[in-house]
């Protein structure tokens, strides 16, 4: 066992536990409140927060299992190492057993099995301090052995690769699931006898059960060693002084980058948007893309689990036709129903869009006698701490702004509540023989209406509806860009309003946060009338975006308010988008990478653009110098693909590319770069299986990688990579967990994982194994140098390749058809770049004679 202390490195200025940085005063400022700025690091306030706990009444109490976990456990776990309540399951049921808390999204990371806070580890005399205890010694106790065993069985039958038993105020954490040669229970566990023990040693704590430290797989190092899991190899990343680097722009790419942001990105986030952008802007959504590496089967089950867990199913908000006629009829019978209009659609599909459209050109006669009441989450502020309330005062000033409706104003009031005003004067208070004591006491009375806002509100829009004909139409947009516990109070206050207000309220969300809801939370309660917004063709969107920018360049330009003082007018940005307008509408292999990258998001499908216009991979000045001699200039795949790829950076970095690198590893096992591109291959053709619903289990997922000799943890790492890189998507539409293949995944391991463009970028953050291979990928630049370290690195994956084609293996992914086709596209770089040389050295040669 590696003493912990192998793992510390000090500076002058920091201090390093495995996977996380500490500024070393952080760990003293636990007790230290005089530090300017008034807050505490992360660090710092979860040890301050464990110091709180271990004063904790419940601490020897023996209180039940229930209170310990409420009182104790949750705490440690969200207020001391970091973890959120999102991130954790409780009460999961499998196979006929339920386990108090599944950790780790989409995969479990831990499963941490609470026992009433009267039972205690008992550990043998001369061993209490120490933290790397071995299993059996703890098994000598019989009820922490009954709890090792029963945590065991947990994760064994979930593929979960950490199983924790804890009290509240004592844990022992191991490893349950190994693929290593060691049996579980002859393995070690980190143990912490008391809270006590915890604070004293919080570093150790927080290095190897914070959220943080549990991802970067510290506990595996500290309890399993690197000798039978030895971890991958630096990357060449690591080597390189300025890396990730910024790219440069010329003056000209930095003017255009401008340029695209004011007639482009802007005129979305704009706060009121024109009529004119909603009418030749949108697109319709519903029809499927042609161009999408998923099947349509695939595509067609995206709602299915929603369809089955809402009375009478669900309808689509538009069809071939137009807009579904149900949903303006529903329009009126939720308003009788008293039920909110869920509108159902992926993040980025469009929904705010869908519904502007609606509003303003679908439906506009019928609503034309509708008071439109808009809160969109994504521009209020993120604190919201009265959410009726913050509502009220939002449709207020709506109502006074758009409406010319003061709700407050004094002669409006005393008209809302006529009613109460003449049920007033028959009271004792309603003498009118003294005026003014009868005004003071009437106000009296309207000012207690008036305090309560939301029936205020509610009462108001009863009268205009009275008066006037015209009823609220209430839009809560974007809501599931905030937390879950927020969206939940959002249901709850949408159900309100359309229980008790006049009209029709309008509710947009994406289906995993409706299926949450709908499972476990606020939209359990209520039953529901759901419509699904399916994504628009994003090349449709691109182009009608670029021909909506063109008309307004030109119209700048006629009417003298084009920017000056750029090294760009606006006959030079006709011509640039001109070339994009034309590549969005016949360049067949671009509208691929655009529909099947943004994986139907036309907010990504949009940003992609943008981070085209003006990027430092693509030679602005070219694209002019083209339009100058009466052409048009046409893009080049790989110069869209390195402008995505790379960003606003000189290297690949996978933190802020849009892009996953599915050749990096986390062992030292040269297979494990065929391991993401095999459970995707394997996921998309269960997903496509006869008779399935697109989906694929989380556990098939790790048979399926186990099959191939592949450890839990490696699979685990993988799955987390494909998920937070939208390569799959993680559903808890079923008990254990699934995953629906996406074209984002389908798309890089079966298109742009076969391009030079890609395999270039990824060199630099994939570990190589071979020594003598790694010795020689070095940081290059120039094209013949970049060719040639592709031509090593495909030669290295041919190799580690090499294992599996001559095993009983059956992988889903075969490197032997790609490698094929990255001969072919190195070989046309190569050609290329061979060609450019040539005619430099003509120019040359023709320049001196």
């Not at 809560?476 to 006049?502: G, K, V, Y």
């Not at 988008?577 to 998001?601: Q, R, V």
Request: charged share 25%; net charge negative.
């Amino acid at each position: 066992m590696p003493d912990v202390r192998e793992h510390w490195h000090t500076s002058s200025n920091q201090t390093r536990f495995p996977g996380c940085w500490l500024q070393a005063g952080a760990i003293d400022r636990s007790n230290d409140h005089s530090s300017t700025g008034g807050e505490m690091d992360p660090y710092a306030s979860a040890k301050n927060e464990l110091k709180k706990l271990s004063s904790s009444p419940t601490v020897g109490s023996g209180a039940n299992e229930d209170t310990t976990r409420m009182q104790l456990i949750d705490a440690l776990l969200f207020n001391c190492l970091d973890w959120n309540t999102q991130d954790a399951t409780t009460e999961d049921h499998h196979n006929g057993s339920y386990v108090d808390y599944i950790v780790g999204k989409p995969a479990g990371q831990f499963i941490l099995e609470a026992k009433r806070e009267g039972i205690s580890f008992s550990l043998p005399a001369g061993i209490a301090g120490r933290h790397a205890i071995s299993v059996p010694t703890l098994m000598d106790n019989k009820n922490t052995a009954d709890a090792i065993r029963q945590v065991l069985g947990y994760c064994q039958e979930r593929g979960v690769p950490i199983g924790i038993i804890s009290n509240g105020h004592q844990l022992a954490a191991f490893f349950a699931s190994r693929q290593d040669g060691v049996p579980p229970l002859e393995g070690e566990a980190l143990v912490f006898s008391s809270f006590q023990e915890m604070y004293d040693n919080f570093r150790m704590l927080w290095g190897y059960l914070s959220k943080s430290a549990i991802s970067t797989k510290n506990l595996q190092r500290y309890l399993i060693g690197r000798k039978n899991q030895p971890l991958a190899p630096e990357k060449l990343a690591n080597s390189i002084p300025r890396y990730p680097g910024f790219r440069k722009r010329t003056e000209l790419e930095t003017d255009l980058k401008m340029l695209g942001q004011l007639f482009i990105q802007d005129l979305e986030h704009e706060k009121q948007i024109s009529d004119e952008f909603v009418r030749d802007c949108y697109c319709a959504s519903g029809a499927l893309s042609q161009y999408s590496m998923l099947s349509k089967e695939v595509l067609r089950a995206r709602y299915t689990s929603i369809s089955a867990a809402v009375a009478g199913g669900v309808e689509k908000a538009s069809t071939k036709r137009g807009i579904n006629p149900k949903l303006t009829a529903d329009m009126v019978t939720t308003g009788l129903s008293r039920r909110p209009i869920i509108l159902l659609g992926d993040v980025g599909v469009g929904k705010s869009m869908f519904l502007r459209h609606f509003i303003r050109v679908d439906a506009k006669d019928v609503i034309k006698n509708s008071l439109i009441l808009y809160v969109d989450f994504v521009r209020e502020p993120v604190f919201v701490n009265d959410l009726p309330m913050y509502i009220t005062e939002r449709m207020s000033e709506q109502l006074e702004a758009d409406y010319g409706i003061d709700i407050h104003d004094r002669s409006f009031v005393k008209a809302v509540y006529n009613k109460e005003i003449n049920k007033f004067k028959r009271t004792i208070f309603g003498d009118e023989s003294d005026p003014d004591e009868y005004r003071k006491q009437e106000r009296l009375m309207l000012a207690g209406h008036l305090s309560k806002e939301f029936e205020h509100l509610r009462r108001s829009l009863e009268h205009i509806r009275a008066t006037s004909a015209k009823s609220p139409l209430v839009v809560l947009d974007n809501i599931d860009q905030r937390p879950p516990d927020f969206q939940e109070r959002i249901f709850e206050s949408a159900h309100s309003i359309a229980d008790s207000w006049p009209g029709t309220v309008f509710v947009a969300i994406r289906p995993s946060t409706f299926f949450q809801s709908r499972s476990h939370g606020a939209l359990a309660a209520y039953q529901t009338r759901v419509f699904t917004i399916e994504p628009a063709r994003t090349d449709q969107v691109v182009t009608k975006r670029l021909e909506y920018a063109r008309a307004k360049v030109i119209e700048s330009g006629t009417e003298g308010i084009f920017p000056e003082n750029l090294s760009i007018d606006d006959n030079d940005l006709v011509a640039y988008l001109d070339a994009l307008i034309k590549a969005f509408k016949y360049d067949d292999e671009l509208k691929s990478l655009m529909d099947n990258m943004s994986g139907g998001n036309t907010r990504n499908a949009l940003m992609f653009l943008f981070t085209f216009i003006g990027s430092g991979y693509v030679s602005t000045q070219r694209v002019l110098d083209v339009a100058d001699s009466g052409r048009v200039y046409v893009v080049p795949m790989h110069e869209f693909v390195r402008a995505i790829v790379f960003g606003d950076y000189d290297y690949f970095s996978p933190e802020a590319s849009a892009v996953c690198n599915i050749f990096d590893i986390t062992t030292n096992d040269g297979r494990e770069h065929f391991l993401l591109p095999n459970i995707l291959a394997h996921a998309q053709r269960v997903a496509e299986s006869a008779g399935g619903n697109g989906l694929v289990s989380a556990a098939g997922l790790y048979s399926f990688g186990q099959s191939l000799g592949f450890s839990q943890e490696q699979i685990g790492a993988q799955l987390d990579r494909a998920s937070k890189k939208n390569l799959l998507a993680y559903t808890e539409s079923t008990d254990e967990g699934s995953y629906r293949p996406t074209s984002v995944g389908n798309y890089l391991y079966r298109k742009l994982a076969h391009s030079f463009s890609y395999i270039d970028a990824m060199i630099v953050d994939t570990p190589i194994i071979d020594p003598s291979v790694r010795r020689n990928i070095k940081d290059v630049h120039s094209i013949k140098d970049r060719v040639h370290r592709a031509k090593q690195f495909h030669a290295y994956l041919d190799a580690q390749w090499e294992t599996f084609a001559t095993s009983d293996l059956e992988p889903s992914f075969s490197w032997a058809e790609v490698s094929a086709e990255l001969t072919a596209d190195i070989d046309i770089a190569e050609s290329k770049a061979d060609a450019a040389i040539q005619k430099r050295n003509a120019s040359s040669t023709n320049f001196w004679q």
